[in-house]
């Protein structure tokens, strides 16, 4: 029996237009003619399309963002694998203690986290900005992998491992063969996740960023500084779409709901 | 304003600090992933580099084609520009002085004040390393202690939309004429010129550098009249567009700037005198390119850099040797018909002063 | 197939040195400097004291900010309360065809940049935006009003960016929820509102605070948005921290603000946490 409540529903569709309120307005926006954003656009061009697209300074910084984040991510995969699999396969006093603090970086506001590491590695010694950047971004997209391959291991039903143990395979083994591909469709969720919130970090690289190469939020943020163009929006557009891909994917393979542990 | 990014080198000899096998894989990949991240850096690693900072729009575009382009090509060096704002760039040579990010950071006036008064994080410029300083108007270097040096002036007036004022303001008196209500632009803190503004408040209502207080009560009054606190100096241009403000405190090229994309404005310097805004040259004490950052100042401080920057940008040279042509020479006011502020007396009061203005003005 | 405990501990080792070097020891680190006195960024002495967290605590100004940051986010979170119900209840009753899409639709603010949602809110509210557009077109009004820049534009960006957190926190609870309670309801008289009240709402109570913690830590925290869409100079905490430190080089007491920004969030974190399992009885229990 469903209740069915008009009224709900109503309302529910309003607050759906507020959510892709800001959203819809940048991908229309960026198909104006005219070099302020404009909706609906009087003209409509894919001007500022080539023009986002044909800035250095753009082009670098999409590329150390999409590197950045890809090697974070592929870094996390095998710590969160095996942290996940401890966390929920392992018996041992502590472990809700410790699984809080995995998911820490999610609570400890990315301001202070940045801040923090500036100051700390700096004091330090460690000079190196581009390993500041990277481990910065390890450590704010390791709860999200860890959150999701978790509620994946969790509803694995261990018979099929029962019975390859039974069959006389060794532990690495069964974890190879039968273990990870069960969990594969919630380690791409997680890997997805990760990629995309370290992609689209501000807060955190705010502090962290360095003068050779920039991430492209950040890139983004000095450039509306100085150009009230709609090439943020045309960038931005493209920017909307990758993650629609990559949320459709992760959609398709696991479904996003029991990949975020619902 | 939002986003600004601090900026920190890439070092790959990070490698070389550290020891044993396990430890040089994992820093070996680490650096490699700073490599590719970095990739452009490493092709650049056999010409040398030097991190320089500026300000978008005119002012880049100037700064390429009158010092950077000719420079690279003179000495076949790479020279990095970095976007921000002097606070930001300021905040990246504290926290990395042992390993500076930036060679040679160009400060606006009140930052580059605070900068003098720190130790160990700048150099203490050796005029025999830039001969081109002997043509450099003293004004210019005594005003840094010689810690740093100007590049340019601008001064700082008062500009309006023509077509909406019956007269031309006179006095910096008249941004308190009622008549403004709502209409004024004034900078706020990132835009650099707060200080200016709270010294001039204070100067036409009967205080000085020593006692602020008149200004103060002035500020306090002048908020009504008040629009926004622009954060950058792209605010405004919209604003005066669209005629939402009508008058302001502002630098000249900028006001002229607006002017010459056909906004009916007009920029006056009011009867008090204008105050002079000067972006100078601070050497990182700890660059590893010491001799190329000297260098690059040098250059910059040549007669033929800062006369095609000046003519481009239509600010003043700091060299006066240079000449200004045509328009550049009408809009330009010589340096020594600006208003000089007391800066030794204001250096102490820097912080508490914009503590102030924060709290008291802004909010 | 389950690890000793010595091996578990081992797996876990990686995670947490990465917590250790990335997370802990550099909070720790900004804690001792928020105990140094320092002038422009370079510490003075190495004496341990309280003198930023003195200052800062008995600076009204600093303390408004941390006032209004709180009563802001607390809007924020009502507001997402409000707003995200419908949609949590919405993803839990629509058809599986069209689940994935409405998932997406709701998990949007998230997937796209803040800088992005940013840029969108600027020009919605702008003077020549959509909504002043709108409202002047229809008459309603004269002039344009401000919107941008305002306390109220924060409020509307953050409760965006809050949204969806929300309404997966609230539907996960109304998932745990055994349909034949709604059934029994309705079969001994209850209209649906009643249901609603009665039955629905106090089970998914759980999600709901778990909801609103996260909704409320992020919007404390938040730094992009208030810079972006509020008022000039330092309006939120983490602005204000920011401020403290690239404007005011004033690193030590941006340091204290920063440690007593996150005891807050912290705390705020653990005290509801316990209120859920306080609050949550049946409908909570069984969580992974």
Known sequence: ?262 | MIGKTLEMSMRIDHLNATRGLGRRRLMGASAAAGAAIGAPAILRAQAKTLVTTGYGGLHEKWFRTAVIEPFEKQTGAKIQFKYGAAGEWLTSSIANKEYPEIDVPMLSLPVAMRAITLEGIFLDLDPARIPNTADVDPMFFDLYRRRAVGFNYGDFGICYRSDKLAAAPGSWRDLWDPAHVGKLLLPDITAGAVLEVIVIAALVHGGSEANLEPGWAALKQLKPNVLRFFKNNTEPVGLYERAEAQIGAWFSARTYAIQDSGVPMGYVIPREGAPVGVLSFHIARNTKVRDLAYEFVNFALSKEAQESFGNGVEYGPCNVKAELKGRARERVPPANRLMRIDWPKLQPQIAAMQQRWQREIVA | MNPTRAAALLLLAPALLVIAIGLAAPLAWLLRFSLMLSETGIPVSDAVTPANYTRLLGDAFHMRVFAKTLGLSLLVTLFAMLLGYPLAHALWRISARWRGVLTIVVLSPLLVSIVVSSYGWLVILGTNGLVNRALLGLGLIQAPLKLLYTEGAIVLGLTHIVLPFMALSILAALERIDPRFAEAAAVLGAGRWSVLRHVTLPLALPGLIAGTTLAFSIAMSAYVTPAVLGPSGPNFIATTIYNEFVTLFDWGLGAAMAICLLVLGLGLVFAFLRLVYRVGGVAAAGRA
């Open chain 1, 1 to 262: 029996m469903s209740t069915r409540n008009p009224l709900l529903w109503f309302v529910a569709a309003l607050v759906l237009c507020f959510v892709l309120a800001p959203i819809v307005v940048v991908i229309v926006a960026s198909f104006t003619q005219a070099s302020v954003p404009e909706f609906p656009p009087s003209q409509w061009s894919l001007r500022w399309y080539a023009h986002a697209l044909s800035q250095p300074v753009f082009r670098a910084a999409a590329w150390n963002s999409a590197v950045l984040a890809a090697i974070a991510t592929l870094i996390n995969i095998p710590i969160a694998l095996m942290a996940a699999f401890a966390l929920v396969r392992g018996r041992f006093p502590g472990r809700e203690a410790i699984q809080t603090v995995l998911l820490a970086p999610l609570i400890v506001p990315a301001v202070v986290t940045g801040i923090a590491i500036l100051l700390a590695f700096s004091a330090a010694g460690w000079r190196d900005a581009m390993s500041r950047l990277l481990l910065a971004h390890v450590v704010i997209t390791l709860p999200y992998m860890v959150r999701t391959i978790m509620a994946s291991l969790a509803r694995l039903d261990p018979v099929a491992e029962e019975a390859a143990m039974t069959l006389g395979a060794s532990p690495l083994r069964c974890f190879l063969h039968v273990t990870l591909p069960l969990v594969m469709p919630g380690l791409i969720a997680g890997a997805v996740f990760a990629f995309i919130v370290s992609f689209d970090n501000v807060s955190v690289s705010l502090f962290l960023t360095s003068a050779r190469t920039s991430t492209l939020p950040i890139a983004v943020l000095g450039y509306v500084e100085y150009n009230i163009d709609p090439s943020i929006a045309a960038l931005s557009t493209l920017l909307i779409g990758a993650s629609l891909i990559a949320a459709l994917l992760v959609e398709r393979v696991v479904g996003l709901r029991r990949a975020l542990g619902s």
